[in-house]
């Protein structure tokens, strides 16, 4: 079992940057694809971000492509998403999640863990 605590959401003016953190619990953190998701008040979980166990592989939703990076550390257990060129848009609470088949995914109903979110608000 993993848990997930993710860090580093807060306010930001548009144009600006954040970088979340999703520490995970246990010693079988590189067997798990990791997953960054987010949802909008009103609206359904939307995939973000996608990254491989050895994190050679990622996958982005078209809305952030180019703007945000993936990347996980496996000695610590930890994996990261920089947000850069904030829109209000942005403005959701961020999930991570993980999934024990390794495979990258966009489908939230394929990850096995999830943390508990963390809120961005981008103002414009």
């Known amino acids: 079992q993993v848990q997930l605590v993710e860090s580093g959401g807060g306010l930001v003016q548009a144009g600006g940057s954040l970088r979340l953190s999703c520490a995970a619990s246990?010693?079988?953190?590189?067997?798990?694809?990791m997953g960054w998701f987010r949802q909008a008040p009103g609206k359904e979980r939307e995939f973000v971000a996608a990254?491989?166990?050895?994190?050679?592989?990622?996958n982005y939703a078209d809305s952030v492509k180019g703007r945000f990076t993936v990347s996980r550390d496996n000695a610590k257990n930890t994996v990261f998403l920089q947000m850069n060129s904030l829109k209000p848009e942005d403005t959701a609470v961020y999930y991570c999640?993980?999934?024990?088949?390794?495979?990258?995914?966009?489908?939230?109903?394929?990850?096995?863990?999830w943390g508990q979110g963390t809120q961005v608000t981008v103002s414009s």
């Open positions: 246990g010693r079988t953190f590189s067997y798990y694809a």
């Open positions: 990254i491989s166990r050895s994190g050679r592989i990622t």
């Open positions: 999640a993980a999934d024990y088949s390794g495979v990258v995914r966009t489908d939230s109903d394929e990850y096995d863990y």
